[in-house]
């Protein structure tokens, strides 16, 4: 009997409209595009401007476009997975609202947060729903509203991050293809070089921490830069080995988008070229936790059936690892 696995079958996106580039940078900050795009890869970025939206509102639109290309019924779906550092509020769930919103009645929802690490982890989760058999249809999407979270006067963040969602659908699959194999790694000393220091439980909001800037990202530049290249090359590398892939084998790395340098150390440490390295890292900076979907969304149709694809991440706390997975359709 053939083992049951999970496959991606549908893809979805959603970017918004306004376009932050570097030359509007040069007017926020002390930098230039010559300096962002040589240290990061990055031309230009989305922002989600629409009044009162936040993450759901992009997660929701991703959903919907991975619907309606689909033709998929909402009310098959058993289960929403929203990957996001950047929830639209403490303690209500963003995935149940968007759940609900794309017509998911009878689905559960829950979030996922591992940093830019969240869709990857979600990964494994989806599938491992999909491969104990009690469920046949879960969507996983990464959404982030970095811009909420982002201080503009902040030279080392302001120039890095966007907004984004992708989605995608895991659903049973009896071919061999889908999900194969993972290494999921995270470590805690990574705590102090990438977070936000206020508005959790040990530092709840107040005046002196609005004041102080506590609620924006922080990140110690260099330090997360060495970690995220060694990391992610390091993982990258083990589950190749230890699924006997050479490089000829691969068909397609989908390295989270934070750093054209990293990416590309990575790509370099299991001997890719770079026609099979996804990129998009130069339209839409570093989204968190859509980076990986977004991959998707933009290469599907370039994708075949039963091509081997390696996915790879890093993220603040820190988390990162590497998951192998088979392509199950011609677009």
């Keep these: 009997m053939t083992k049951l696995t999970a496959a991606i ?12 580039t570097n030359k509007e940078l040069e007017t926020m900050v002390e930098t230039n595009d010559e300096w962002i795009t040589s240290r990061t890869g990055i031309k230009e970025r989305r922002i989600l401007k629409e009044k009162n939206a936040g993450t759901s509102f992009m997660a929701i639109k991703a959903a ?26 403490p303690v209500a769930s ?5 759940a609900s919103k794309i017509g998911a009645t009878n689905a559960f929802a829950y979030d996922l947060q591992a940093a830019c690490s969240s ?15 009690r469920y046949k249809k879960v969507l996983l999407i990464g959404a982030d509203k970095m811009s909420s979270i982002i201080d503009y006067t902040d030279r080392a963040t302001c120039i890095i991050f966007g907004d984004g969602a992708g989605a995608v659908l895991f659903e049973p699959n009896n071919e061999g293809l889908g999900y194969q194999d993972q290494y999921l790694r995270s470590d805690g000393v990574g705590r102090e070089f ?19 800037k506590q609620h924006f990202v922080h990140q110690e530049g260099k330090t997360v830069f060495k970690f995220a290249v060694s990391n992610m090359a390091d993982v990258s590398e ?12 691969v068909n397609w790395l989908a390295a989270h988008q934070a750093n054209k340098r990293i990416i590309e150390a990575t790509a370099n440490r299991i001997g890719l070229e770079n026609e099979k390295v996804m990129m998009n890292i130069h339209k839409y900076g570093n989204t968190t936790s859509a980076t990986l979907p977004l991959l998707l969304s933009d290469y599907e149709k370039e994708l075949k059936k039963g091509d081997n694809l390696i996915f790879a991440a890093f993220g603040g706390g820190f988390t990162w690892g590497a998951i192998y997975l088979k392509w199950a359709y011609n677009a």
Excluded: H
């Design 238 to 249: 083990k589950i190749l080995e230890r699924n006997n892939l050479t490089k000829d084998d």
């Design 94 to 98: 963003t995935a149940v609202f968007t």
């Design 9 to 20: 079958t549908a893809v979805g996106k959603y970017l918004p409209e306004y376009i932050l």
């Design 194 to 212: 990438l977070k936000i220091d206020a508005g959790g439980s040990i530092l709840p909001p107040s005046e002196e921490t609005v004041k102080n």
């Design 119 to 133: 869709f990857l982890y979600g990964m494994s989760t989806a599938a491992s729903y999909i491969e104990s058999g």
């Design 64 to 89: 919907e476009d991975l619907l309606q290309k689909s033709g998929v019924n909402p009310k098959e779906i058993d289960l929403v997975i929203v990957a996001t550092a950047t929830p639209d509020m």
